[in-house]
């Protein structure tokens, strides 16, 4: 088997390059979306083995991302979402919606990888 898929939508370029840089290190091929209409385009060509999302970002935010994949694109694949917005309502929508888990901003990498790693070992 080759390397899991993730894709990583996240508007914080920093924090992209840094969440990147660790998740292809830990042995995954990424592809980045900075914005909910890079996401929905990637997302109607290919799908990922697991999403990793911002809820805050433009055109698309993430829970609207989880919404998506799960009704309209009938997908079960596994989505952590991570944000600074950490209140309770946004976790509770996310985890509604069929969020797989959610990490708080700021995000410490490894327990990103380990996280990831523990999703796609689920099935």
Known sequence: MGKAKL??????????A???????????EVTHSSD???VKEFLSQTMPDIIVS??????FSGIELISYVRKELNSNVPIIIIS????????????????????????NPTELLVRVGRELNKN
């Open 7 to 16: 894709l990583l939508a996240e508007d914080d370029d920093l924090l992209a």
């Open 54 to 59: 911002d809820i805050m970002m433009p055109y």
């Open 84 to 107: 600074s917005a950490g209140n309770e309502e946004n976790v509770l929508n996310a985890f509604e919606l069929g969020a797989n888990d959610f990490i708080s901003k700021p995000v």
């Open 36 to 38: 909910g209409k890079q």
């Open 18 to 28: 840094l969440l990147n840089f660790r998740l292809k290190k830990g042995g995954y």
